[in-house]
């Protein structure tokens, strides 16, 4: 007999969740004012809101903490991260900051300025907002075929060279301080980056004399997909195809928070030297002195551990399982998923799934009220909600897509965790007709609305 698939990790310590009555639940929704944002953890069941900073750290990470130098110049926790950047990225210096848009913040603050363009594909929403906060504009490259769900292709996070190419012709050098390409990219689902794509865009970049960064919260789920699914990568270690990923950019933004299993924390990865000089002013500005910039000397030594942990090929396989085997339960009920199925998330395509709702009635939204109702399960919208308004005309923006995300945390569920959510998310879709009516919107915020929009059923 072939021996079935189990995890690699057994758990040492629990947390209690609590189950609750779908009585409860109609309740306690209402008083969030249908804003998934505002319900108190206790409350959900299943929380699928992020994979952010929601992993379970190992023994390991946790003994870590123990060891952690809080010395505020010169700590072993910052030498100790700094040779595990090293030896995972390549990137000889770095910068912690607190997260990951805080390395944004910084790396932007050294190269961006006013009337600048990035391209990138599907840059992440706070990449965007930093970007856009200083007058500068993220141009989408990504491959036409990412905006498809259903459509087949192992790397839907590509960067499409031909669109990359106008961009570079169409404005002159002093404007486009850098590339931005996110590994695997987020915006679109997750969806990995060739390694064959990254050789393309740097060779095009240098062409042109522009650095490439990447956006690296999933670095290692990426690498995971290359060797699953690029055959040149089959047979070499995560490690491998990770330093030679990196070997394609000239930095990296990390957000700890995602493939390195910590609750908190980010770095800046540089090869220039002039340039992590530039950007360590900022640092010291905005995050803190260079050997901390955010984190304690803990935090740094339990992310140190945290890149080998996520670079593992059994985590990874594990992780990447667990996200596919929700996938497939669904896709096979015949709910409209999005696929191949990305590295932390499934994502539900909500027009789909509730035809009959109008695009003004917040389709996603009100499907993720009902999933929670269903069974106390908390996904988050990705659709009109965070597309907010239009800064001019102060329109709804409808996006192409209306989605709804369960994000898998990190080591944190079990697969009778995913058959509990493939079962309510399989009831509401077989209540879909009863879903004649929506949501509309009593009060939001003027931008970064869907934190705490305010909300009444139709
Ligand atoms: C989460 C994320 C960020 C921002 O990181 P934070 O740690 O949440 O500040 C940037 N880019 C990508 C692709 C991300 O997933």
């Known amino acids: 007999m072939k021996l079935p698939f189990a995890e690699s990790y057994k758990i040492k310590a629990v947390e209690q969740i609590h189950r ?26 299943i929380d699928l809101l992020t994979d952010s900073g929601t992993g379970a750290m190992s023994d390991k990470q946790w ?16 030498y100790k991260l700094k040779d595990a950047i090293e030896d995972i990225t390549g990137f000889p210096y770095y910068l912690p900051t607190h997260q990951g848009r805080a ?15 990035v391209p990138g594909n599907s840059h992440f929403d706070t990449t965007k907002g930093h970007i856009e ?43 486009i301080p850098l590339i931005m390409v996110t590994i695997t990219c987020n915006s679109s689902g997750g969806q990995p980056v060739s390694i ?14 522009i650095p490439v960064f990447f956006d690296s919260a999933r670095f290692a789920e990426n690498a995971y ?11 070499k270690p995560i490690r491998e195809i990770v330093r030679e990923m990196f070997a394609c950019a000239d930095g990296m933004t990390m957000s700890s928070k995602k493939d390195a299993i910590v609750n908190m924390g980010g770095f800046i990865g540089f090869r220039d030297k002039a340039l992590y000089e530039k950007a360590s002013t900022f640092n010291i500005m905005f995050e803190g002195f260079i050997n901390y ?49 990305g590295g932390h998330a499934i994502f539900i395509d909500a027009k789909r799934f509730l035809p009959g709702l109008p695009k003004e009635q917040f389709v996603a939204q009100t499907l993720g009220v009902e999933l929670f109702i269903e069974g106390g399960v908390r996904g988050v919208e990705i659709g009109t909600l965070l597309a907010d308004r239009d800064p001019d005309t102060r329109e709804n923006r409808y996006p192409q897509l209306e989605l709804l995300r369960l994000a898998i945390p990190r080591r944190v569920y079990t697969n009778n965790h995913m058959d509990y959510v493939a079962a309510s998310v399989i009831n509401v879709f077989d209540r879909r007709n009863k879903i004649t009516k929506g949501l509309k919107i ?7 609305r869907h934190f705490t929009v305010e909300l009444a059923r139709i």
């Open 20 to 45: 609750s009555t779908r009585e409860e639940r109609i309740r306690w929704i209402e008083e969030a004012k249908y804003n998934l944002f505002n319900l108190r953890s206790e409350q959900v069941f």
């Open 63 to 78: 003994a870590a903490l123990m060891t952690g130098d809080e010395s505020y110049a010169g700590s072993s926790s910052y």
């Open 103 to 117: 390395a944004e913040n910084v790396l932007f603050s050294a190269m961006i300025k006013k009337g600048d363009v």
């Open 133 to 175: 906060f200083r007058g500068a504009h993220a141009i989408d490259c990504t491959i036409d075929e990412a905006f498809h769900t259903e459509l087949e292709h192992p790397f839907k996070g590509n960067v499409d060279l031909d669109k990359l190419e106008t961009v570079l012709k169409k404005y002159p050098k002093g404007q």
């Open 196 to 209: 064959e794509n990254m050789r393309a865009v740097k060779k095009l970049a240098d062409q042109y004399g």
């Open 225 to 235: 997909f290359i060797k699953m699914r690029e055959p040149a990568y089959k047979h």
């Open 293 to 341: 910039g955010g984190m304690s000397g803990r935090d740094m030594n339990a992310l140190a551990q945290g890149l080998y942990e996520g670079t593992e090929f059994d985590y990874l396989e594990t992780r990447i399982a667990q996200v596919a085997y929700l996938g497939k339960q669904l896709r096979d009920y015949g709910i409209p998923v999005q696929y191949p199925f």
């Open 442 to 448: 009593l009060k939001e915020a003027p931008i970064l």
